[in-house]
C-alpha cells in the first residue's frame, strides 16, 4: 500500500492553476452580488456576458493571466458555457509559459542546461509519458511532439522569450521578423514528421534546432528544446506540466508572506501590512474576528511599520510554537491580539447552527482532505452529538479543493457502511478499474447528513460528494462541483542527475512531470472530471445555501425525542 499511497496525491486544479499563477484561490469564489438560483436569471446571464466580453479583450490584448482570471469566474457564473472550460485551458497554458518565461529561476534553469541534457530531457519524457499517463492513446510519442512544437510556435512569437533566449534584436528588425515568422511557419511540417520514440525525437529535433540557428541568432539553443519539454507536457491536460527543479524547491521561490492556509490574505500599503481579505469558510473566517482593511501592527513579535514582502515572510517563518500571532491596529483604542494556527485542522467550526425539540443541527467545515481528516471528522461528530445533542449533520465541502485522495476515502467510509465509493481508471495496475469500496458496517456513523458543495469543490472533496450521494447517503445543496475527477504523480525525471549503483538519483537538476494517471469514477459510473457533480438543489448565494441547508437538516431530524442533555449551547 505504500507505493499506492505514494501515487494517491490529489491535487486540484483550481489549485494547481492558481498556485502556478500566482493568484489566491478566492478569485474563483462566488461574488456576493450575484444572488441568483439559477444560471438561467436574467443577472446571472448579465454578469456571464459581462465576463466573456472581459476575458475576449484580454484574449486579444495578449493578457492571458486577466483573461485566465476572467475565464475562472465565467466558469462559475455559467457552468452551461460548453466553451469555457477550454478556453480556460487555453488562457491557463499561455499565462504559464509568459510566467516562466519572465521568472529568474527558470531562466538560469535553461541557461544551464546544455542542447544535449535538454534533448536528453525531452526524450525521456517520451519514454515514460506515455506508459503512465491515464490515457495512453492521448499520449503518444508522436503527438506529444506535436504538442511541443505548437508550445514552441507560441514561444517564438512572445517577446520576452525572443528577449531573453535569443539575440537581441531577433524578431525586432524587419528582415529578422520575416525570417522568424518563415521559421515559424516551417513548424507545420516539422509537426508532421513521425516520431514513434525518444531516439527519433531527439535525432528529429537536433535537426530541427540546426534549422532555426541556420535562420536566425539563438543566445541560448537549450530554451528551444525546453520550450517542447514543457508543451509535451502541459498539452495533455490542464493538470499536467514540467516543473523545473526551482518550482519544487521552496527555498527557491521568493519570498512572499502566506497565510492563505488560514484564510488570511496579506497586501502592502501606505509602508505596511495589510488584510486585504478573509475567505469565505475559512478557518479565520469562522474563528477571528479579522476584516479586510485590518492593518497588521506586528507579526510574531515584529514590528511591521514599513514592512516588505520579505520582512513579512521572515516573520512568518520566526513563529513561536503552534501559532502566529497577529497584532491588530485599531483607531483609538488598545490594539487587539489575533492567533492563527500554523497547522490549520482539516475540520474545523463545528457548532450547532439550529436547535429544535428532537435535537441540534450541527454543522461542521472539512476544507481539505489530509491523513488526519477521518479523525477529525470523527472528533466534530462525537463532540456536537455528546456534548451538544446533534442529531443532524450539516458538512461544508464549499471551497475544498482537494487533497489527499486516501484521505476522501476512507471519511467516506466514515459515514457509508457499505457500498462502493470511487473507481480509478488508469494505465497502472494500482489504478486500472481498481474499486474502492466501504465495509465499515456498524462503525460508521448513522447520523442524517446534509453537504454544501460549490464550484470551488474539487479533487478529494468530489470524491466523497459523489460517494455520499451515489449511495443515497445525504442531501447535496449548493452548486455544480468543479469537475477535477483526476490522480496526479509526481514523475521525477533523472536524465540530469547523477544516479547511485541502484539507479536512484543523488542530485535534483532534471525536474519533475506532474502527471495525470488516473481519472476518477462516481458510485454510479459518472465521469467526474470536466462534469462535476451536481447537488439534489441548486442554489448560487452562499448564505441561502446554509439556510436551504438548515431547513432540510431539520426536515431529517428523527422522530423519537432526543436524549436529555444538560443545557446544551446553542451557537448562531
Same mark, same amino acid.
Given at each position: 500500500?505504500?507505493?499506492? +499511497? ?14 502556478l499563477? @500566482? ?29 466573456? =466580453?472581459?476575458?475576449e479583450?484580454?484574449e ?9 482570471? #476572467? ?42 542546461? +546544455?542542447?544535449?541534457d ?20 492521448r499520449? %503518444? ?18 517577446? +520576452? ?16 521578423k ?6 515559424r ?17 531527439r ?11 541556420? #535562420?536566425?541568432?539563438?543566445r ?19 493538470? =499536467? ?27 502592502? =500599503? ?9 475567505a ?7 474563528? %477571528? ?7 497588521? #501592527? ?9 514592512? +516588505? ?9 520566526a513563529?513561536?510554537?503552534?501559532? /502566529? ?29 439550529n ?101 470551488? =469543490? ?19 445543496? @449548493? ?55 451536481p447537488? /439534489? ?36
Amino acid at each position: 500500500m505504500t507505493a499506492w +499511497t505514494t501515487l494517491c496525491r490529489v491535487g486540484n486544479r483550481a489549485a494547481v492553476f492558481l498556485l502556478l499563477l @500566482g493568484a489566491p484561490f478566492s478569485s474563483l469564489a462566488f461574488a456576493a452580488d450575484e444572488p441568483s438560483k439559477s444560471s438561467k436569471s436574467p443577472i446571472a446571464k448579465q454578469t456571464a456576458t459581462q465576463l466573456r =466580453t472581459t476575458a475576449e479583450a484580454a484574449e486579444k490584448a495578449g493578457d492571458w493571466d486577466a483573461a485566465f482570471t #476572467a475565464y475562472c469566474h465565467l466558469f462559475v457564473a455559467d457552468r452551461n458555457a460548453s466553451d469555457v472550460r477550454e478556453k480556460l485551458n487555453t488562457a491557463l497554458r499561455r499565462a504559464q509559459q509568459l510566467r516562466r518565461h519572465r521568472d529568474p529561476q527558470f531562466q538560469r534553469f535553461v541557461a544551464t542546461t +546544455t542542447v544535449s541534457d535538454a534533448l536528453n530531457l525531452f526524450g525521456e519524457v517520451i519514454t515514460k509519458v506515455p506508459v503512465l499517463y491515464v490515457e495512453r492513446d492521448r499520449s %503518444t510519442p508522436q503527438l506529444l511532439w506535436e504538442s511541443g512544437i505548437e508550445e514552441l510556435s507560441r514561444a517564438l512569437k512572445n517577446p +520576452t522569450f525572443r528577449q531573453v533566449f535569443l539575440d537581441s534584436t531577433s524578431g525586432d528588425k524587419l528582415t529578422d521578423k520575416d525570417k522568424l515568422e518563415e521559421f515559424r511557419t516551417s513548424l507545420r511540417v516539422w509537426a508532421k514528421q513521425p516520431v514513434t520514440d525518444a531516439r527519433i525525437a531527439r535525432t528529429t529535433l537536433r535537426k530541427l534546432i540546426s534549422s532555426a540557428q541556420d #535562420a536566425f541568432n539563438i543566445r541560448v539553443p537549450s530554451a528551444l528544446v525546453l520550450e517542447m519539454v514543457c508543451g509535451a507536457c502541459g498539452g495533455l491536460d490542464e493538470y =499536467t506540466v514540467f516543473l523545473s527543479p526551482s518550482q519544487l524547491n521552496p527555498d527557491s521561490v521568493s519570498a512572499i508572506p502566506d497565510l492563505s492556509a488560514q484564510g488570511v490574505y496579506l497586501a502592502f =500599503t501606505d509602508g505596511g501590512l495589510v488584510v486585504s481579505g478573509i475567505a469565505f469558510g475559512s478557518w479565520a473566517a469562522l474563528h %477571528t474576528e479579522l476584516h479586510k482593511g485590518d492593518r497588521i #501592527a506586528r507579526l510574531n513579535g515584529r514590528s511591521m511599520d514599513m514592512a +516588505t514582502p520579505a520582512s513579512a515572510a521572515e516573520a512568518l517563518r520566526a513563529v513561536d510554537g503552534l501559532t /502566529h500571532t497577529l497584532e491588530i491596529a485599531t483607531a483609538g483604542s488598545e490594539n487587539f491580539m489575533v492567533l492563527l494556527p500554523v497547522t490549520v485542522p482539516t475540520v474545523y467550526g463545528p457548532r450547532v447552527v439550529n436547535m429544535k425539540d428532537s435535537g441540534a443541527v450541527g454543522y461542521a467545515r472539512i476544507g481539505s482532505f489530509g491523513p488526519n481528516t477521518p479523525r477529525e471528522l470523527d472528533d466534530a461528530i462525537n463532540m456536537l452529538k455528546t456534548q451538544q445533542g446533534v442529531r443532524v449533520m450539516i458538512l461544508d465541502l464549499r471551497g475544498n479543493m482537494g487533497g489527499s485522495f486516501l484521505a476522501s476515502v476512507e471519511t467516506a467510509k466514515r459515514l457509508i457502511p457499505s457500498g462502493l465509493i470511487v473507481t480509478t481508471q488508469g494505465q497502472l495496475n494500482e489504478v486500472a478499474n481498481q474499486p474502492f469500496s466501504s465495509d465499515s458496517g456498524m462503525t460508521a456513523h448513522d447520523i442524517p447528513v446534509v453537504v454544501l458543495i460549490d464550484a470551488e =469543490t474539487a479533487s478529494a472533496a468530489e470524491v466523497l460528494a459523489a460517494a455520499l450521494k451515489d449511495n443515497n447517503r445525504a442531501t447535496l445543496i @449548493g452548486m455544480p462541483t468543479f469537475g477535477k475527477g483526476a490522480i496526479q504523480y509526481p514523475l521525477k525525471l533523472v536524465s540530469l542527475d547523477d544516479v547511485d549503483e541502484q539507479g536512484k538519483p543523488r542530485t535534483n537538476r532534471s525536474g519533475t512531470v506532474r502527471l495525470t494517471i488516473a481519472k476518477l469514477i462516481a458510485p454510479r459510473g459518472g465521469t467526474i472530471n470536466g462534469v462535476g457533480i451536481p447537488p /439534489h438543489i441548486l442554489e448560487a448565494d452562499p448564505v441561502q445555501q446554509l439556510n436551504l441547508a438548515i431547513e432540510k437538516a431539520i426536515e431529517l431530524l428523527p422522530s423519537a425525542p432526543r436524549p436529555l442533555m444538560s443545557s446544551p449551547t446553542v451557537e448562531p
